[in-house]
């Protein structure tokens, strides 16, 4: 899973208030800068891939107790181990490499446009980054300002990849269009570089995380937005939500019936029972007689 402090401090701060008791991060970091970092209960360095950290989690070894639920980001092996293990233990989600959409309308700054898409590029070699617009112009500007900016990147050889392969800029004939194509991309972070943004907000359905006008890239969420950024990604964000506090938190039915109020609804058992053959069902009512 992710390495990065950001990330970390989040998950684990959602735990903490979720009531968690024992939590265990798998990284390739220092045992005492991790502790000091994170306040965990427990660390363990790995020193190969981390899917080898997912196996142990999920199953446990002599050293490593069988967790309950994984969470995190990671690189496609660990979202791939994370779907091997779902169901031996719970999982946050199936999280991919990154992914940004920016809408921009005529008033976005192209600067502004490449500067966010490339900070999304230069995660990892396989990060998606889309450009939506109604506007030919704008986009044309910010391809232009993408190449002009990507040559002074410390992290170059990585976002060229990402933007060589799997940059898409796409030009709409509408707004309203613009829209339709970020709620069919579901991407993980969508950033909304227009006039009125809290007002275009209404019009998203489908994203990880919205990031609202000029002044919000999403580099922000990363380090110090609140939010945490463990998000849902290839689509996913059309069924799954960020990691949140609801990720920690198991709920039980709990059921509670007195004699006047089981006898009320016996003849609804004994019937819907019967109609499924299951005698036993009905006689665990008819034998309190009632």
Wanted: hydrophobic letters at 45%; glycine letters at 6%.
């Amino acid at each position: 899973m992710s390495d990065g402090p950001g990330t970390q401090l989040r998950a684990r701060r959602r735990g903490q208030a979720g009531g968690v008791t024992a939590m265990a991060r798998h990284a390739k970091v220092k045992r005492r800068v991790a502790l000091l970092e994170y306040a965990l209960t427990e660390l363990h360095r790995q020193n190969r891939d981390l899917v080898q950290a997912i196996g142990a989690m999920a199953y446990g070894t002599q050293h490593i107790p069988k967790t309950d639920k994984i969470v995190g980001p990671g690189n496609m092996y660990v979202a791939a181990a994370k779907r091997v293990v779902y169901g031996t233990v719970d999982i946050d989600m199936i999280a991919g490499p990154s992914e940004l959409l920016v809408i921009a309308d005529d008033t976005a700054n192209p600067v502004h446009c490449a500067a966010d898409l490339l900070c999304e590029a230069e995660h990892d070699e396989e990060a998606r980054v889309y450009l939506v617009t109604p506007s030919a112009s704008v986009a044309k500007a910010v391809v232009k300002e993408v190449a002009k900016q990507l040559a002074r990147l410390s992290r170059k050889q990585i976002a060229t990849h990402s933007v060589g392969q799997y940059a898409i800029a796409f030009v709409t004939s509408t707004m309203e269009q613009a829209f339709d194509v970020a709620n069919a991309i579901a991407a993980e972070h969508l950033e909304l570089l227009v006039t009125r943004p809290f007002q275009a907000l209404k019009k998203v359905r489908h994203a990880g995380a919205v990031f609202v006008g000029a002044y919000t890239p999403p580099a922000v969420a990363d380090y110090v937005a609140g939010p945490n950024h463990v998000l849902p990604t290839g689509g996913s964000a059309r069924f799954f939500s960020a990691l949140s506090l609801d990720d920690y938190v198991k709920k039980t039915n709990i059921v509670a019936y007195n004699k006047k109020q089981l006898k009320a609804v016996q003849p609804y058992v004994t019937c819907l029972a019967g109609m499924e053959g299951f005698q036993a069902h009905a006689r665990s009512i008819e034998s309190r007689n009632l």
